[in-house]
């Protein structure tokens, strides 16, 4: 899957929109090893537990599983190990100074290749309620009734 502006889509995070409120997106680099590119271009990746950890200046991706490459011989690498992030200093003290708040966390939003080089968009999120998923939920029906109704007279 391929977009025009050169970005091809590895793996997207469905919880995330869900179980979050998404405050502000940002692009990120992801420091990775060779068989580590080599399974995300095979698709096997998954955000779905992934939050990033900011720590002594540095942004650091956790929770994110990359599947170990087949056939990368002895240099295979550990599948839950944490990669550092690619961002500017003053990118991660923004960062920081927003996650100190209460209730703030940084998630990985999706991954893709932009120009050949793994990227992953960030978000600072605030979780949400469960009245808050309901109230989404029924506003997506209703979204959903109207359009059906609208395509119904035509």
């Known amino acids: ?76 690498h550990a599948p839950d190990r944490e990669r550092r992030l690619l961002l500017h200093r003053d990118e991660i003290a923004r960062l920081a100074q927003k996650v100190e708040q209460k209730g703030l966390t940084v998630v990985p939003v999706r991954m893709y290749f932009k120009n050949s080089r793994a990227k992953v968009e960030i978000a600072l999120a605030r979780g949400r309620k469960l009245h808050d998923k309901r109230e989404d939920l029924k506003a997506r029906m209703v979204e959903r009734d109207t359009a059906r109704e609208l395509a119904r007279f035509k």
């Not at 091809?8 to 929109?17: C, D, G, H, Y």
């Not at 720590?55 to 929770?63: I, V």
């Open 1 to 76: 899957m391929s977009s025009p502006s050169g970005h091809k889509l590895i793996a997207l995070n469905k919880q995330a929109r869900r179980e979050y409120e998404l405050l502000d997106l940002l692009e990120a680099g992801i420091e990775l090893t060779g068989s580590e590119v080599k399974s995300l271009r095979a698709g096997k990746v998954s955000l779905k537990e992934g939050y990033v950890r900011l720590a002594d200046g540095s942004a650091w991706l956790c929770g994110v599983n990359i599947a170990p490459y087949e056939n990368a011989g002895y240099a295979q």
